[in-house]
């Protein structure tokens, strides 16, 4: 099982574009972002949480198609099929590759970039936390629609148009508990519910995605 | 070990391809199969080795036991050779790589990148996959594809001595492997449209109107 | 006999056939009475003046947006489990009908919503549900439009509407959370059923009925036409095999 997950790693750190392209596009969405509202620090402290949620989730999807593409093309995956790993552990350790390829270095340069949004410091900490219970669902909802598409030759647009609105409950309660945070309120409750959603993707997607490979295996 | 089917009809896409495929192979036996272009051998393999689902019939065996090679390599062009089958030696369990490096004398293309190989190269270590899966029953497809003679040679003599261990396969190739005991199926009787049996499809039904 | 004996497709084109002009006649009627005793017999809301009169549509087109998906999560739970092709395709027939009711409830909604709130808009929980809701109905329909075998399309929509399920239901409900937490005291709901007199509600039930029954006859009329579409298919399949 591990050497999947070792696999995908190095695979990411070889073939360039993963660890790198996800959160330099997070740091442009973030840098573009004053400049389309002006650079008015009560503005941007205020929609800091929103921007940074919005932006760590859209960075997510940036490279899902590449989660089984490559993998399905060459062939890979047929004979990851026929393996003794199950294919919901294979879609598992590849939802965990992916995050840890762009959720959690998102979750890392998240706070930095809520210095240049002039996010308040209190809320730092929520953002932290947020993305990192957060950012998990996002790669399992992912790796969903990446193993919706996997047969098609254009699937990277319709990757988003899937799973953009699978992202919306995750968006909601992350970006709620950091812009409570940032005002001084318990945002626990927010933060429980985003634990309770990543733990019920990692509960029934593993079986969605899997399903969903042995179809466009068929 | 043994394997066989009985009755097998396997469909590709939505079409049914095959109809009442039955054979046995015994242990230490090879089956060949023979057809033209598009009569059904990759869908048959892709049958058994439990990809596609079979619409009717059975399989007399376990798709576990089952290691099956494709027309595409499925190599990583970004790692190394030895990281290629390292890969697949731990998916599957075995660890090992020696017996797969020694029987397609890959000592010398270890730390060469799956994408400086040769085509022929990339062949051969697809093939030695084989070896690393620990399964009884090799199901391949076109396995001879861009093999030079030498090679060639060397692949058959990786399949005899794993028919002489007890193993079988089955092979869909167009050119001799001079292989021990070999049988040869063709398999262009099974073809489902050359047979008059009634569609399965709902939609073709004749009370259609 | 078996409900299940319907599911196959011969069968189906039969009894629906017999069934789709009674329906539609129904549908008719019922949307002609309903809509014109709505609009016409009824007295001006004391608050809302005659606004309140575009209830006729936005209700029942937002109870079939729901329902709707509800018919494609039962028929896609069928494809899967028992795999009849004609629960399938009526999934996918119901699609774009939901998706337009969805419309219109949004359309409806929002020029009710002009003259009451003095907006078009708001992020009010339910609006945003409804919103929610069109996107999942584009994402299921882009999906069944980008697969290109008919079988593995059934089966990977059917997949995706379990799992949207799910979602749709959950932003349902995060929706309420997070709209109470930026808009604090925002009092905006479309929650008039228990305000609802009766002069208003025996017309809206006759027109709820009539929505109904154009759904279902929207639907059978797609269903028959995708029955069509696949027959074709499978007929031009057998001509090039053979």
């Known amino acids: 099982m591990i050497a999947l997950l070792r696999r995908d790693l190095k695979l990411a750190i070889r073939a360039g574009g993963g660890f790198g ?100 410091s209190e809320a730092t900490l929520w953002l932290v936390a947020s993305l990192a219970i957060g950012t998990p669902a996002l790669s399992m909802l992912g790796t969903f629609g990446a193993a919706l598409t996997v047969g098609l030759k254009r699937g990277g647009l319709l990757v988003s148009l899937l799973v953009l609105p ?53 | 070990m043994k394997f066989g089917v009985e009755n097998l009809a396997c469909r590709r896409g939505e079409v049914t391809v095959l109809i009442g495929v039955t054979f046995d192979v015994a242990a230490g036996e090879a089956l060949i199969l023979r057809g033209p272009n598009g009569s059904g051998k990759t869908t048959l393999l892709r049958c058994l080795a439990g990809l596609t689902p079979p619409v009717a019939g059975r399989l007399l065996f376990s798709t576990e036991d089952v290691a099956y090679a494709a027309h595409a390599d499925g190599l990583k062009a970004q790692l190394s050779v030895a990281e290629n089958l390292q890969f697949w030696a731990d998916i599957f369990g075995t660890h090992d790589i020696a017996p797969a490096v020694e029987a397609f004398e890959l000592g010398g293309l270890l730390t060469r990148r799956a994408q400086d190989l040769s085509a022929g190269q990339k062949r051969r270590l697809s093939l030695s996959r084989l070896m690393l899966t620990g399964r009884a029953i090799w199901a391949l497809d076109e396995p001879t594809v861009s093999l030079d003679a030498e090679n060639v040679a060397r692949f058959a003599a990786a399949i005899t001595a794993h028919l002489a261990a007890g193993g079988s396969a089955i092979l869909a190739t167009h050119i001799d492997l001079g292989l021990p005991s070999a049988r040869t199926l063709d398999i262009s009787p099974f073809r489902a449209i050359l047979q008059d049996a009634p569609s399965d499809d709902p939609f073709l039904d004749e009370t259609f109107s | 006999m078996s409900i299940w004996e319907y599911a196959n497709p011969t069968r189906f084109m039969q009894t629906s056939g017999k069934l789709l002009p009674a329906v539609s006649v129904l549908s008719f009627v019922c949307l002609v009475v309903g809509l014109i005793w709505g609009f016409f017999f009824t007295p001006d809301d004391y608050r809302q003046g005659s606004t309140v009169k575009i209830i006729y549509l936005h209700v029942p087109s937002a109870l079939m947006a729901i329902n709707g998906w509800l018919m494609m999560l039962v028929t896609s739970l069928i494809w899967l489990v028992r795999r009849h092709h004609v629960s399938a395709l009526a999934a996918k027939a119901a699609a774009p009908v939901g998706l337009t009711m969805t419309i219109i409830a949004l359309v409806t909604g929002a020029i009710w919503g002009q003259p009451m709130w003095g907006t078009y808009w708001a992020w009010d929980p339910r609006l945003t549900s409804f919103l929610i809701l069109f996107l999942f109905y584009l994402g299921y329909m882009a999906l069944w439009a980008a697969i290109e075998n008919p079988d593995t399309a059934a089966d990977l929509t059917a997949v995706l509407c379990l799992v949207g399920s799910v979602f749709a239901l959950l932003s349902r409900y995060a929706v309420n959370f997070w709209n109470q937490g930026l808009h604090q005291g925002a009092s905006l709901s479309l929650d008039k059923e228990e305000n609802v007199a009766d002069v208003f509600f025996f017309p809206l039930l006759v027109a709820i009925a009539g929505f109904v029954l154009l759904f279902l006859a929207l639907v059978l009329l797609r269903t028959r036409t995708e029955i069509r579409i696949r027959r074709a298919g499978a007929l031009i399949a057998r001509e090039r095999l053979s």
């Not at chain 1, 959160?23 to 949480?49: H, Q, T």
């Not at chain 1, 919901?88 to 939802?95: D, F, P, S, V």
């Open chain 1, 166 to 218: 699978l992202y919306m409950p995750t968006l909601i309660f992350g970006a709620e508990a950091v812009s409570r945070g940032a005002q001084g309120l318990p945002a626990t409750t927010a933060l429980l519910f985003l634990a309770a959603i990543t733990a019920g993707c990692a509960a029934l997607l593993p079986f969605a995605s899997a399903a969903a490979l042995r179809m466009n295996l068929r």
């Open chain 1, 21 to 120: 392209l996800g959160l330099a596009f997070f740091l442009i969405l973030v840098v573009l972002v004053p400049f389309g509202v002006g650079p008015e620090s009560g503005i941007l402290s205020r929609i800091a949480p929103g921007i940074l949620w919005v932006g760590a989730l859209l960075s997510c999807l940036l490279s899902l198609d590449r989660i089984f593409q490559l993998d399905y093309e060459d062939g890979t995956l047929d004979l990851l099929a026929t393996a003794p790993l199950p294919l919901e552990a294979a879609a598992t350790l590849k939802a965990l590759s992916h995050w840890l390829t762009t959720g959690l270095p998102l979750t890392i340069a998240a706070p930095f970039l809520g210095v240049l949004l002039s996010m308040p």
